[in-house]
């Protein structure tokens, strides 16, 4: 069962590989304002931590660990005037695969990690949570979660953005399936931190507040879980995740 976990894994993170395009950023000196707080929306919205889970806790014993990949709509002309020159046909869809963990700890805490490598990119992300479950959920009512995480975009020279995240989980077990949704807010910090002179006179530091919502599905099959999820935060972002649970 572990070996063809790993590779499912394997796969899906060849997955995310295969559809990528060559996106390095890097701005141009006569890049505007309204054009970096555009794409410092879009950035945060890829850059922003995403649960991919239900809200009921592990527990104490509980684990999971697993990929996933988020396949987030960009506007094509948000980035085709941050990336390298050259790049003339940024994809539709910029692929995310994210290696992820979540812990289990008393009083219905769960705690979480992740990190992502772009394909063929100079962006890494990393970041984490805390979720709470308020209600854990019995047979006949559902449970229901705070969660909070933050997220930082690293490998890019000349920017540092970061993003904050609040959201409401509502979820319900039904046999091996457990259907979620939920709501929240993410909070998007980003600053240009380059040299250009032109740049730093014109370039704003952006923060920009977005709502966000989002729903799910987590299967289960002894130790394998696997997780669908479709996301609207200023854009559709679909995240697929397989991980081994306890």
Aim: hydrophobic share 45%; net charge negative; charged share 20%.
């Amino acid at each position: 069962m572990k070996r063809i976990v790993l590779t499912l894994l394997v796969t899906l993170l060849a997955t995310g590989t295969a559809f990528a395009a060559k996106y390095d950023l890097k701005f141009a000196a006569d890049l505007a304002n309204d054009q970096f707080k555009s794409f410092a929306r879009e950035a945060g919205a890829v850059a922003a931590y995403r649960g991919v889970a239900p809200a009921e806790p592990q527990g104490l014993t509980g684990f999971d660990i697993g990929v996933e990949a988020s396949f987030v709509d960009i506007d094509s002309d948000v980035w085709r005037a941050v990336l390298n020159e050259g790049t003339t046909n940024p994809p539709s869809y910029l692929p995310v695969p994210r290696l992820h963990l979540r812990k289990g700890l008393p009083f219905n805490i769960d705690v979480g990690a992740m990190y992502a490598q772009v394909p063929d990119s100079n962006i890494t992300l990393w970041g984490g949570e805390l979720q709470v479950a308020l209600l854990e959920g019995t047979t006949a009512t559902p449970a229901l979660a705070l969660r909070g995480s933050y997220s930082s975009l690293e490998g890019v020279d000349d920017l540092d953005l970061q993003t904050y995240a609040a959201d409401a989980v509502l979820s319900k077990g039904f046999l091996m399936f457990t259907p979620y949704i939920g709501a929240g807010v993410v909070q998007i910090e980003a600053e240009y931190t380059g040299n250009n002179a032109t740049l730093q006179a014109n370039l704003q530091d952006q923060s920009l507040t977005e709502a966000r919502y989002f729903a799910g599905v987590q299967a289960s099959l002894a130790l394998l879980r696997l997780t669908g999820e479709v996301e609207y935060l200023e854009r559709p972002i679909y995240t697929v995740k397989l991980s081994l649970g306890w």
